[in-house]
DNA sequence: CCTACCGATCGGTAGG
DNA sequence: CCTACCGATCGGTAGG
């Protein structure tokens, strides 16, 4: 059984990961930094956790299931294809770059060191998510509002936003919604 | 002095830590999987260079270095505007999909894994090859190609273009040329 | 969750 | 470029 506490400490080490692991990757990031930074002893990070592997998958888990939800209920209240279309776009980037505490940007550049099955189940998580934009882009296009190559104007757009983290200074001129305004704008055909 | 049979084997070197790097990644690739690729001791490497991270750096350079000098070469010829954009669009994706043989993708991916005085080094090599970029993208809006948000554009592109590695496949229905343009279609204003 | 520890492996070096 | 090696560190475990 598992305690309310146990779920609380647990709960810890993934924030606790996921901003380690984004500062200084997983690989470089050792089961010693993990437990110091809740106060445990290295030993006592394997009775929360198999192995420093699952910490992985926990976080990327806890990464793409966030985004999703907060999509999945932005786009509930949007109802015209623009509208939309404006909320894919900063869902996206206000999560990434403005209160994404480290498990986002876990997601999207740690894949090479997952194994292939925990690879394959986080896999689905991103397809569900990838598949709300693909509805919000096939509306748009119906409607005239971007090109109608709309599965590799998906991968375009995506790998456009995910980049963000690599040059997105939090003191610079836009907002993580301005930004996103500015972006749609780019492929938006007037 | 260096000799030429030593620059060949410095040269053997790289390229073997290009395709390991891209294929395990920088931190779990071993000096001892490096000395391996090229038949020699482990403790050998350090004849070579002095450090692992002298070879990463050494690897990202010639990445960089080598999509810079295609770019340019291909620019040349090329007359009008969208010419231009069109053979950045292609070059990209033509070396990172269709010739690389792995710097190109670990200059995408290792910056982590740098030293700052390293990262400060490459981040000038990059940034010549974006200017190169910003300047096509920039007689393209001139001509009412492209959005005139040239410079967000180019950040857009470049992320959505080094994305691509993510899933692209070689056996798939676009060569890395068509691929261009599909994905410059997407860009332009008609 | 701690204590005490292990076997494996890491990047790198000295001396030739 | 090899031989022989080192100190440090790694993820993980047994027993409580």
């Known amino acids: 059984m598992t305690t309310q ?3 609380t400490r647990r709960a810890e080490l993934i924030t606790a990961a996921s901003r380690l692991f984004k500062e200084q990757g997983y690989e470089r990031t050792t089961v010693r930094d993990l437990a110091q930074a809740v106060g445990m002893q290295s030993g006592s990070l394997f009775y929360h956790f198999r192995t420093k592997e699952e910490m992985l998958v926990a976080v990327m888990a806890a990464g793409i299931g966030e985004l999703t ?8 209240e949007a ?7 404006k909320t894919v776009f900063r869902v996206h980037l206000d999560t990434l770059l403005g209160d994404d505490k480290g498990a986002l940007s876990v997601l999207l550049y740690e ?3 997952l194994s292939d099955k925990a690879r394959t189940e986080l896999i689905k998580l991103r397809d569900a998510y990838e598949r709300d934009w693909q509805q919000v882009l096939d509306e748009a296009a119906a409607a005239g509002l971007v090109h109608s190559d709309t599965r590799l104007l998906r991968k375009l757009l995506l790998g456009g936003l995910h980049w963000t983290i690599q040059w997105y200074k939090a003191d610079g001129s ?3 919604k301005e930004l996103a305004d500015r972006m749609l704008e780019l492929v938006l055909k007037k």
Not at 69 to 76: P, V, W, Y
Not at 79 to 85: A, D, N, S, V
């Open 5 to 7: 506490e146990e779920k």
């Open 174 to 176: 836009s907002s993580p």
């Open 69 to 76: 939800d907060r999509l999945e209920e932005a786009l509930a």
């Open 111 to 113: 894949w090479p060191s």
């Open 79 to 85: 109802k015209t294809p623009l509208e939309k279309l």
